[in-house]
């Protein structure tokens, strides 16, 4: 079980094709993050959103386009993606840390993407 | 940039064995938490570690948090087909909320 709730669970697009992956958590944290996993990887950040705004871009590249609507849920835009851009889409939460501190991330089970 | 390895890459044991995974950072670190994560599911939050040559246990789970902070270890005792999965440590960068895995190390235990 999950307190991080990902849709859709699997999805297959075309390369000219325009989906979202949507992630929503409940548990009134204030930071939220994409992940992606390829196969036998760990998982890579992409994105942190604190209190809503932006806070880390890994130089991810413009076909994805994240979006927080508000503090409980967090959207990932695809648009004209590649077919190495298949992997597993994870999205975590968690209590912002403050200065020293490290909080535990609660993530979903992520949104296996294919790419055609 | 931050990097963290973890040996071995894979490991599998009899049921019953025990396990160690390592973690080395190149860098100091200012504390460091270690994941599960099974077959086909997501990353779950096992334990932090904050102080140096802290010893922290769960049931038959040992971590322990190396003196000069740059390593840890994740040790399981006497191994059971439900401790299958892939073992990461992650660090998180001071100052930020960012969170970088280890390389991870993928555990297979036999009946």
């Known amino acids: 079980d999950t307190e991080v709730t990902q849709t859709p669970k699997h999805l297959v697009m075309g390369m000219t094709n325009k989906k979202s992956l949507k992630c929503e958590q409940h548990?009134?944290?204030?930071?939220m993050y994409w992940y992606k996993q390829k196969a036998k990887k760990p998982p890579e950040l992409m994105f942190v959103y604190s209190y809503e705004k932006l806070s880390i871009n890994e130089s991810v590249p413009s076909r994805f386009s994240p979006e927080c609507p508000n503090s409980s849920l967090l959207n990932l835009h695809l648009h004209a993606l590649q077919p190495e851009d298949s992997a597993l889409y994870l999205c975590?939460?968690?209590?912002?840390?403050?200065?020293?501190?490290?909080?535990?991330?609660?993530f979903g089970d992520g949104t296996r993407l294919s790419i055609l | 940039g931050q990097q963290v390895m973890q040996i071995p890459q894979y490991q599998h044991v009899q049921e019953g064995e025990d396990f160690t995974t390592y973690c080395n950072s190149s860098?100091?670190?200012?504390?460091i938490q270690w994941y599960k994560q099974r077959p086909g599911g997501h990353p779950v939050f096992l334990i932090q570690l904050v102080k140096s040559g802290e010893v922290k246990k769960q049931k038959r789970l040992t971590f322990q948090f190396g003196e000069a902070k740059k390593n840890s270890s994740l040790h399981i005792t006497a191994t059971q087909t439900t401790d299958v999965g892939t073992y990461f440590c992650?660090?998180?960068?001071?100052?930020?909320?960012?969170?970088?895995f280890g390389t991870g190390t993928r555990l297979q235990v036999f009946p």
């Open positions: 992650a660090v998180l960068i001071i100052n930020t909320d960012k969170l970088i």
């Open positions: 548990m009134g944290h204030r930071a």
């Open positions: 975590a939460s968690s209590h912002l840390g403050g200065t020293g501190s490290n909080q535990p991330q609660h």
């Open positions: 860098t100091t670190l200012s504390n």
